[in-house]
């Protein structure tokens, strides 16, 4: 939903900023305390099987287990649809990212992007890096995933070479 709320020129920027802010901050509070959070959304679950269950609305799934099996499948749905969102500026791929991260249940990381956030806007910067557009973003972030990922694949690899050296 934050996405949605940033395409558009810097003027309507500013006017979607509050209902922006009340999100994120939201999320920061919610997230914040992990383990809480974990134990809250598990209750959750289990206060809405019941009340699906009494109103026979599950789905076709009989047991928690199976309506459990729904929402995480729901939830990747979610993070997929998601993932496939473009993005034109630092603050779209952070918005994007925490969505994605939120329906793959990485809560650690979406905290993480939406702290990102919370910090473009408190340095003022809202404004200016919500509204610019730089139609090849994308491509340079999943550039420079794919070259980290190299580096990264290059390190485990002399590490392995270097053990079975010795």
């Known amino acids: 939903m934050i996405l949605k709320r940033l395409f558009g020129g810097a003027e309507r920027q500013v006017n979607k900023l509050k209902p922006i802010v009340g999100k994120i901050n939201n999320g920061i509070g919610c997230l914040s305390n992990l383990n809480d959070f974990t134990r809250r959304h598990k209750l959750e679950l289990e206060s809405i ?38 993005v034109y500026n630092i603050f779209q791929l952070y918005a994007r990212e925490a969505a994605v991260n939120l329906g793959l249940g990485k809560y650690d990381l979406t905290l993480v992007n939406l702290m990102e956030m919370d910090k473009i806007i408190k340095d003022g910067d809202f404004v200016k890096i919500a509204s610019s557009y730089d139609p090849d973003f994308g491509l340079k972030i999943e550039n420079k995933l794919l070259t980290s990922k190299k580096i990264e694949d290059q390190k485990l690899s002399s590490k392995k070479s270097s053990k079975r050296s010795l």
């Open 49 to 86: 099987f019941e009340y699906k269950k009494d109103r026979n609305e599950l789905e076709g799934v009989q047991d928690k287990e199976g309506f459990n099996d729904l929402v995480e499948k729901k939830l990747k749905s979610y993070a997929d649809s998601h993932s496939e969102i473009p």
